[in-house]
């Protein structure tokens, strides 16, 4: 029985605009009113009342709709929010600082990671090596340092569905494309306590990445500093030693501020 606060009309509307995260960035009504159980014109009226308010937009030419730029604002909203991210600020900075490298971290969402903070270092201009990436950008976590870190730390069932929805398309000259060289690949991760991309997700991008942990021991993110071979140009294992230490310092400094006690 429905409760006199619950709203079915906010219900659907909110049903309505899950079906993109699950299901595609691109719409039409007929596959919104099959998702959401309703008939095309209800769900159409749905739809035009969440267009007119920003939440959805619609391409002139094929009719269909994808997510609009106040779910966006909403999103980013939600992030600036975060414990995690206000934590993490001032942690990150200093890193990118020390290091000289872009710092990032992650959340995983599915099989995405998207990442929640980025800083870079005030002391030197670097080099461009982020793909136009931002708070907010999402991409494949098998082919990142901080999806393989977000990855290997899963449970063993929830780990076998992500592995079941990947594609795992080749993106950088190193990815790895078989899912049996993956699962090698995290169970190392897990093993080292840190996770290395070397051009897995482009050509000339490495980096390395550490998982941050909540007060239960939960791993809830990842961060990263990445270089490229343009200034960078000595063994993945040379970046592992100059850049591991203060990594893996700042991860354990942010996990420690969430709560997290290694000797408990």
Do not use: W
Not at 214 to 224: K, M, P, Q, Y
């Amino acid at each position: 029985m429905t409760q006199p606060s619950f709203s079915q009309s906010l219900e659907r509307g909110l049903r309505i605009l899950s079906e993109f995260a699950a299901n595609g960035p691109v719409l039409g009504i007929a596959d919104l009113a099959r998702a959401v159980d309703l008939n095309r014109s209800t769900t159409h009226r749905y739809v035009a009342t969440l267009a007119t308010l920003g939440f959805l937009q619609q391409d002139p030419d094929t009719r269909k709709y994808s997510l609009g730029p106040r779910v966006v604002d909403l999103g980013f909203a939600a992030i600036s929010s975060m414990e995690i991210t206000g934590v993490a600020a001032s942690h990150l900075q200093a890193l990118s600082d020390e290091t000289g490298c872009a710092a990032s971290m992650a959340v995983l969402d599915g099989a995405d990671i998207v990442y929640v903070e980025r800083r870079r270092s005030r002391r030197t201009a670097g080099v461009a090596v982020d793909l136009n990436l931002h708070v907010g950008s999402r991409l494949p976590a098998y082919c990142t340092s901080m999806g393989k870190v977000l990855l290997a730390y899963r449970e063993p069932a929830a780990l076998r569905a992500l592995l079941d929805r990947m594609d795992l398309a080749r993106r950088g000259p190193k990815t790895i494309t078989v899912r049996e060289q993956l699962v090698a690949a995290l169970g190392k991760v897990r093993q080292a306590g840190f996770a290395v991309n070397d051009e897995e997700l482009a050509p000339g991008l490495r980096s390395i990445a550490a998982p941050i942990r909540d007060r239960s021991g939960h791993v809830v993110a990842a961060i990263n500093v990445a270089v490229h071979l343009t200034t960078f140009t000595t063994s993945v294992e040379s970046v592992v030693s100059r850049l591991g230490g203060p990594l893996r310092r700042t991860a354990a400094d942010i996990s420690h501020q969430l709560g997290y006690r290694s000797n408990m």
